[in-house]
């Protein structure tokens, strides 16, 4: 009987303990399976809307959406492959976490040649950032978007030993693009738990150039 009361005991302390670590430790769940789409977030499709200026009788602005898609380069992962802009499909190479990237100066597929630029993609936002015809900038990306100074024009000069007008060389004019990437109605998330990400890199950028 002593020995079975000892036992018993034995037993109580016993649950007893392990009652107090699954109190203080409980299991998590597994993570989701790492899929190439969480590991450049880059990736997929995008919807561009634009505006054009219709050549009727009257003038009227039209809204016209059309459909950009992001793919990773088949040999290399640090490349990706940008479809369906104005200028046609050109690459771009991976600069900085998470979906920063590079786009060099190149001739499309459709032979047009572009100037370097910079391509941002916001995941908190799920919004693609493009700027085509400035170099790239190693210490701040953002600092192209901020820029109030992307139109520009042909300056005229008047120089002092001629009365006549020469016209400057006209620099390139920087085109911007803004998409929307097309997600799955049950992967998006509450616009609360959004932050501002890329908006908060742009308003330094902002602060820096004033």
């Given amino acids: 009987m002593v020995v079975a009361a000892i036992l018993f005991t034995i037993s109580l302390n ?7 670590i699954a109190a203080k430790y409980k299991l998590l ?35 016209t959406t059309s459909n950009v898609i992001v793919t990773l380069d088949t040999a290399s992962k640090g490349i990706i492959w940008i479809e369906g802009l104005p200028e046609g499909k050109f690459k771009a190479y ?29 995941p908190e936002a799920n919004v693609l950032n493009v700027a085509i015809g400035k170099e790239f900038n190693d210490e701040d ?35 911007l693009y803004t ?3 097309v997600v799955p109605a049950d992967k998006v998330e509450p616009k609360e738990n959004q932050s501002a990400g890329f908006e908060e890199k742009l308003n330094k950028s902002v602060e820096q150039q004033q």
């Avoid at 008047?158 to 020469?166: C, H, M």
């Fill in 179 to 181: 998409a929307t990437k």
């Fill in 14 to 20: 016993a649950q007893s303990t392990v009652d107090s």
């Fill in 141 to 175: 990306p953002t600092a192209v978007f901020a820029s109030v100074n992307t139109e520009t024009a042909t300056v005229e000069q008047t120089t002092a030993k001629s009365a006549k007008t020469k016209k400057a060389p006209a620099k390139a004019k920087v085109k």
């Fill in 29 to 63: 769940p597994m993570p989701e399976a790492l899929t190439i789409e969480k590991t450049f977030p880059v990736i997929g499709n995008y919807q561009l809307v634009t505006n054009q200026t219709s050549t009727g009788t009257e003038t009227a602005n039209i809204e």
């Fill in 94 to 122: 991976f600069k900085k976490s998470p979906s920063t990237y590079r786009i060099i100066a190149q001739k499309t597929e459709a032979g047009t040649q572009i100037p370097e630029g910079t391509l941002i993609f916001d």
